[in-house]
C-alpha cells in the first residue's frame, strides 16, 4: 500500500535527517536511525530500501525520486539542490521550517472548524431523531385518533414517510454519488478546475489564495536561503501551488525576470499581489534580503488568512444554529397543529 508522508512527517524526516547528518554521521546510516523514527511499516521498507541504495552508490535524490508518491515533488528538488551544491544538511533544515509552517496551518484549520463541524453532527443527529423516531409515533397516534391532519404537517410527514420507506435506496444514492466525487477528484484535471472555482468563491477564495501566496512565499524564500536563484526558486516553487491560473502567473514573472526585469516590476505586471506587497520585494531587492523578505510575507499571508477563518468561523457558528433552530421549529410545529386538532375534537 502506497502511503504519502504528512507534513508532520515530513518535518520529522528533514528536521532529523539535517541533525543526523549535522552530527558527523554517513547518510546511509542516517537514514537506517530514521527509521525509528517511524511508525508505519511501509515507510520503515521504504527507508531501508532508500538505504540499500545509498549504500549502491545512487544519490539520495535519485533514491527518494524512486517514491515520488510518498515524497512531494519540492522535498526531492530541494534535495538534488542539497546535494549538488554540498549543503544538503543545510537545505534539510531549511526545507523542514516550510514543513512545520504547513503543519501549523493545517492545526490552526482543524481547530478553526472543529466546533462548527461538531455542531453540525449534533444538529444532524438531533433532526435525524426527530423525523425518524418521534414523528413515525406521533403519526401512529394521529391514525388511532383518525383526527384530520392540517395540509403543512401532512406535508411534513409524508417526506417522513417517503424518507422511512426508501432508506436503504437513499443511503445507497449518497454512497454512490460520494464514491464518484472521490474517483473524478483523483483526475487531476478535474482537481484542477476544483481548485479553480474555490479561487473564484466569494470571501472562501480570497481565503484559499491568500493560504497559496503563503506556500509560495515561504517556498521561495527557503529556497533563496539554500543558495538557489530567484528564477530557479521561481520555476520549482510552483509545484506547491494548486492553482493553475496563479501557477501561469509565477511563469510570467519568472520568465519576465530572466529577460532582465527587476523581481518587483515582474510582479506588478502580472497583477497577482498587490502594490503593498510589491513595495515590500522591492524593499528586499534594494537590500539584497529577498529570502528574508519573501519569508516574512508568507507569514504575514498566513496570519491573514488564519485571521479571516476565524471570521468566516464566527459568522458559520450562528448560521448552523439557525437553520437548525428553523428545521427543528418546522418539525415542531408540524406536531403541534394536529396535537392542536386534537384537542380541539376532545373538547367539542
Known amino acids: 500500500m502506497k502511503k504519502k508522508l504528512s507534513y508532520k512527517e515530513l518535518f520529522l524526516f528533514c528536521n532529523e535527517l539535517s541533525i543526523l547528518l549535522h552530527s558527523g554521521i554517513s547518510l546511509p546510516q542516517s537514514i537506517n536511525l530514521l527509521k525509528q523514527c517511524f511508525i508505519n511499516l511501509t515507510v520503515k521498507g521504504n527507508l531501508e530500501n532508500i538505504k540499500n541504495r545509498l549504500f549502491s552508490g545512487e544519490s539520495l535524490y535519485s533514491s527518494i525520486n524512486k517514491y515520488n508518491y510518498m515524497f512531494p515533488r519540492l522535498l526531492i528538488e530541494m534535495i538534488g539542490i542539497g546535494e549538488e551544491s554540498g549543503e544538503l544538511p543545510k537545505v534539510l533544515s531549511k526545507i523542514s521550517y516550510y514543513y512545520k509552517s504547513q503543519e501549523k496551518i493545517k492545526k490552526e484549520l482543524r481547530k478553526s472548524l472543529s466546533y462548527p ?9 438531533i433532526i435525524i431523531f426527530l423525523l425518524f423516531s418521534i414523528i413515525p409515533k406521533f403519526i401512529n397516534l394521529l391514525q388511532d385518533f383518525k383526527s384530520e391532519t392540517p395540509h403543512f404537517s401532512r406535508t411534513i410527514f409524508n417526506i417522513v414517510n417517503f424518507t422511512n420507506e426508501y432508506i436503504m ?15 473524478l477528484l483523483k483526475n487531476s484535471n478535474i482537481t484542477e478546475k476544483l481548485y479553480n472555482v474555490i479561487a473564484q468563491l466569494p470571501y472562501v477564495g480570497i481565503i484559499y489564495m491568500k493560504l ?4 509560495l512565499f515561504m517556498a521561495i524564500g527557503i529556497m533563496m536561503s539554500s543558495g538557489m536563484n530567484i528564477v530557479s526558486a521561481l520555476e520549482k516553487s510552483s509545484i506547491v ?63 491573514e488568512a488564519l485571521d479571516n477563518i476565524s471570521e468566516l468561523v464566527k459568522f458559520v457558528e450562528p448560521s448552523i444554529i439557525i437553520v437548525v433552530s428553523i428545521v427543528v421549529g418546522i418539525i415542531i410545529v408540524s406536531i403541534l397543529l394536529p396535537m392542536l386538532n386534537i384537542m380541539d375534537s376532545l373538547i367539542i
Request: charge should be positive; hydrophobic fraction near 45%; proline fraction near 0%.
Open 212 to 215: 497559496q501566496k503563503s506556500r
Open 241 to 303: 501551488i494548486k492553482d493553475k491560473k496563479t501557477v501561469d502567473k509565477i511563469m510570467s514573472i519568472k520568465d519576465l525576470v530572466s529577460k532582465g526585469n527587476s523581481l518587483h516590476r515582474a510582479f506588478s505586471i502580472t497583477g497577482l499581489f498587490s502594490e503593498r506587497v510589491i513595495a515590500i520585494i522591492n524593499i528586499g531587492e534594494e537590500r539584497g534580503n529577498l529570502e528574508e523578505i519573501f519569508i516574512r510575507l508568507s507569514e504575514r499571508y498566513e496570519t
Open 169 to 183: 435506496k437513499i443511503i445507497a444514492f449518497i454512497i454512490i454519488i460520494i464514491s464518484i466525487g472521490i474517483y
Open 117 to 125: 463541524i461538531i455542531i453540525s453532527i449534533i444538529s444532524f443527529v
